[in-house]
């Protein structure tokens, strides 16, 4: 069963902290995996997105890696600010007859709290 | 340019009424998708629109149903609302079903851009 487990549920860090949030997948066939930020209320903001062959990819201070073989993702967040707080969601995608959309497997995300 | 638009922003039912939602995608964007997001919950993909035509459907009732117009832009209609319909609703868009991911060239990333949503109230 093509599943995306997210972990921890939610976090709680204080402003200036370094944190990691980790994803586990059994999605298959893979064909890439996409971190995306959700501020309350708010439509998600794509983060990173990674496809097999890229192992590590930054975006300012986020930094998401990929272990294919493990089927495991994490994103790292550095030095962390108040506006960091949101909820991290991590999206897998299966392949599908040469389309990498159409079938998305969404984690239920990490809520992040970040206090100062 | 602009990004996805959805309207309206909030909208409060009652049940057994319909609703009806909307979202324009990015500017040459071809593809629609529809995620509902309850109180908490994480996005159940609710339904794809390329081209015009539905591509996959998630696993709702009948009564989700919508529709892509020619320009792209596209709705969302729920019939006899019920009170676990109240959610977000969140359209996003992206360029042509068929792109490939190419790394890191950037080319055709398939990547998807979210509107803000809609946030439905079913009393």
């Known amino acids: 069963k093509n599943q995306v487990e997210q972990s921890p549920q939610s976090l709680i860090i204080l402003e200036g902290k370094n944190c990691t949030l980790q994803c586990n997948y059994t999605v298959s066939p893979f064909s890439n995996l996409r971190w995306y930020k959700q501020d309350t209320g708010r439509g998600p903001v794509s983060l990173t997105i990674?496809?097999?062959?890229?192992n590590t990819k930054s975006n300012g201070r986020y930094t998401a890696t990929l272990d294919a073989d493990t089927k495991q993702s994490s994103l790292h967040i550095t030095a962390s600010q108040l506006s960091d707080s949101a909820s991290y969601i991590c999206?897998?995608?299966?392949?599908?007859?040469?389309?990498?959309?159409?079938?998305?497997?969404f984690g239920r995300g990490t809520q992040l709290t970040v206090w100062p | 340019e602009a990004g996805v638009t959805q309207s309206p922003t909030h909208l409060i039912k009652t049940r057994g009424q319909q609703a009806t939602l909307r979202c324009s995608p990015i500017s040459g964007h071809t593809s629609v998708y529809w995620y509902q997001q309850a109180l908490g919950l994480g996005l159940q993909f609710l339904l794809w629109?390329?081209?015009?035509?539905?591509?996959n459907r998630g696993n709702f009732p009948p009564r989700f149903s919508g529709r892509q117009f020619p320009n792209y832009s596209s709705e969302l209609n729920v019939n006899a609302l019920e009170l676990e319909d109240s959610a977000l609703y969140l359209c996003?868009?992206?360029?042509?079903?068929?792109?490939?991911?190419?790394?890191?060239?950037?080319?055709?990333?398939?990547?998807?851009?979210f509107g803000e949503g809609s946030r439905l109230t079913v009393l």
């Open positions: 999206v897998v995608s299966a392949t599908r007859r040469g389309s990498t959309l159409g079938r998305l497997y």
């Open positions: 996003a868009s992206s360029p042509a079903s068929s792109g490939r991911i190419v790394g890191t060239s950037g080319r055709s990333t398939g990547e998807l851009f």
């Open positions: 629109y390329d081209e015009g035509e539905e591509r």
């Open positions: 990674m496809t097999f062959s890229e």
